[in-house]
């Protein structure tokens, strides 16, 4: 952790909410990607980040600073995010009606944003067939590189369970890709006219 | 040996002893379903690697830091609240106590419905006694005092009293009901 961010977070542990304004500034991406992935819409995406930093800033002087802060949010957000997603029923919402997602980016071609666009809907559309905790072990796994230990602490799991359901996570995952590959997503591509996968 | 076992090999992120690896690529060489299986989770590995990170849309501290502060404004009008109702509960259950007692200690005293209206009605009377006694001693000073003391200065003293009534119910209401405040 970087020392500028270790003094903020003590500064925050002694109350100071402007110091804790900044370490949302660092870690905000990396925990909106994360309920966006969770959660699968932008503004639901938005209110989950929000309430996981103000759950963070309320537990602030819990926070052991020998941890690292990123686990530790990320764990606040996975927690938040699995009981939003027990509280309702997430429908898998089309393209259209989806506002457009920042990317980091984008790259200067306009087929290049259509073709990443449909990437994030595949992507969706994907993590949708998982369970809640499956989901976050997943994301976990792949867009932050979080080892077994990592994952298993800020889920609450096993070692062996976390294992376990990542890779029966893996299996759904290819199953619902071999069998949606001709038909939902192969309607996609000739409905925006992009080239193959 | 089932697929299972293959399965598990392919979907696998750690590696594998040389005659394990050596077993899975003869065994998805011959089976379909692993083949199939092993290219569709080469995909979606590739899809989630090469998957961007979402971000937030411009502003996000700021709002979080607004989100907060109305929290705090939230929370201090629900404690303020949450006082003026124990503040209201309180004088409340002190006034049915008074009354609890005062009945319990006027039945302690009667025995019949008849001795409860003889008291009342005997209450009633030593009151209006001890008014026409008080109406004959007080008159005659009142109305030296009112014929003593000049009308401008009554008036001085009736806008006193008007202004801290009016202040007084005004800091009552104020502490009870807290100010809205728009969020």
Redesign the interface.
């Given at each position: 952790m970087p020392e500028l961010e270790s003094a903020w977070l003590i500064l925050a542990q002694e109350g100071d909410?402007e110091a804790f304004?900044?370490v949302?500034?660092v870690h905000?991406?990396?925990v909106?990607?994360f309920c966006?992935?969770m959660l699968g819409d932008?503004y639901e995406?938005?209110d989950a980040?929000?309430e996981t930093?103000?759950r963070a800033?309320k537990a602030i002087k819990s926070y052991d600073r020998t941890r690292s802060f990123s686990t530790w949010i990320l764990s606040i957000a996975a927690h938040y995010c699995i009981d939003q997603l027990r509280r309702k029923k997430i429908q898998v919402t089309s393209m259209e009606d989806q506002p457009y997602?920042?990317?980091?980016?984008?790259g200067p071609n306009p087929e290049s944003v259509l073709s990443?666009r449909e990437?994030?809907q595949?992507?969706r559309s994907?993590l949708n067939v998982l369970s809640d905790t499956d989901r976050a072990a997943?994301i976990m796994f792949?867009?932050y590189e979080f080892s077994y230990e990592e994952i298993a602490n800020s889920l609450g799991l096993s070692l062996s369970a976390v294992k376990s359901r990542l890779?029966r996570a893996?299996?759904r995952?290819?199953?619902t890709?071999?069998e949606r590959?001709g038909s939902v997503f192969g309607l996609e591509r000739q409905t925006y006219g992009s080239p193959a996968? | 040996m089932g697929h299972q076992l293959y399965e598990s090999w392919l979907l696998s992120v750690e590696p594998l002893m040389p005659e394990d690896e050596k077993m899975l690529h003869e065994h998805v060489e011959t089976c379909q379903s692993c083949r199939d299986l092993f290219f569709a989770w080469q995909e979606v590995e590739n899809l989630i690697r090469e998957a961007p990170i979402a971000e937030p849309t411009p502003g996000f501290a700021d709002r979080w830091q607004i989100r907060l502060e109305n929290l705090a404004i939230e929370q201090k009008l629900r404690r303020q609240n949450l006082i003026s109702w124990w503040f209201v509960s309180a004088t409340i259950g002190a006034a049915l106590l008074v009354l609890l007692v005062m009945v319990i200690v006027f039945f302690a005293t009667v025995q019949t419905p008849f001795q409860v209206f003889v008291s009342g009605i005997t209450f009633f009377a030593g009151l209006l006694a001890l008014m026409s006694t008080l109406q004959v001693a007080f008159i005659p000073v009142l109305e030296v005092i009112l014929t003593s003391i000049p009308p401008v200065i009554w008036f001085i003293v009736f806008v006193a009293l008007g202004l801290s009534i009016i202040l007084t119910t005004y800091s009552i209401r104020k502490y009870i009901f807290p100010r809205r405040v728009a969020l």
């Open positions: 909410s304004a900044k949302v500034e905000q991406s990396a909106y990607n966006f992935r932008p995406a938005e980040a929000q930093f103000i800033y997602l920042e990317i980091r980016d984008p990443m990437d994030q595949r992507i994907l997943i792949y867009w890779h893996r299996a995952l290819a199953k890709w071999s590959k996968v | -």
